[in-house]
C-alpha cells in the first residue's frame, strides 16, 4: 500500500481540501482531486523528506501561546513605528546573526514560520555549516538580546519539542 500510496493520510487531507475549494462538485472534478492527491504525495515521496521525532507535546501549547502573543505584542509595536514616523534617532532596521544549536530539520522550519510569522523580524538566511541564522529586524536596539530572546524563548522550546 505505501508504494501505490505513500502517504494516505495526507492524500486524503488534500483531496479534502480540494473539495472545500470548489463552487460545486462534479464527476470530473472528483476525479481531477483524487489524481492531483495522488500526484502530490508521490512527489512529496520523491524529494524524501528526513524522519522526524517530536520529543515532549506538552511544551507545544505554552510555545503556541508565546507565539500568539509575541505577534500581538510586535504587531503593536511595529504599528507605533509606522504611526511616529518621528522617532528617536536609536532606531534603525538591522541584521544578525544568531548561532543556533538546533539541527532538526523541522525544528528549524518552526522557528523560521515564527520569526517570519511576528511583524518586525524575517529569517533571511541559515547556514547550515555553521549553523548560523541571518534575522532582519526593523527595530534593532541590541543585537545581543535579539540574540538571548531566539535562544532562550524560541530555540530551546523547539529543541524540546523536535530533538
Not at 512529496?44 to 523528506?49: D, E, R, V
Not at 522526524?52 to 511595529?78: H, Y
Request: hydrophobic content about 55%.
Amino acid at each position: 500500500m505505501t508504494r501505490l500510496l505513500p502517504h494516505p493520510l495526507l492524500a486524503l487531507a488534500f483531496f479534502a481540501l480540494w473539495l472545500l475549494l470548489l463552487e460545486s462538485v462534479s464527476p470530473g472534478a472528483i476525479l481531477l482531486g483524487g489524481v492531483l492527491a495522488v500526484a502530490a504525495v508521490h512527489v512529496l515521496a520523491a524529494l524524501g523528506m528526513p524522519k522526524g521525532r517530536v520529543g515532549r507535546l506538552r511544551a507545544v501549547p505554552g510555545l503556541l501561546f508565546d507565539v500568539l502573543v509575541e505577534i500581538v505584542r510586535s504587531n503593536n509595536a511595529v504599528a507605533r513605528i509606522i504611526l511616529q514616523p518621528a522617532a528617536p534617532s536609536g532606531r534603525r532596521a538591522g541584521f544578525v546573526h544568531i548561532p543556533l544549536d538546533m539541527r532538526s530539520p523541522y525544528g528549524l522550519s518552526a522557528l523560521a514560520c515564527i520569526l517570519t510569522a511576528t511583524p518586525g523580524t524575517v529569517w533571511v538566511d541559515y547556514d547550515a555549516q555553521d549553523g548560523t541564522m541571518l534575522l532582519h529586524v526593523l527595530d534593532m536596539v541590541d543585537e545581543e538580546s535579539w540574540v538571548r530572546t531566539i535562544k532562550d524563548k524560541w530555540e530551546r522550546r523547539l529543541m524540546e519539542i523536535f530533538e
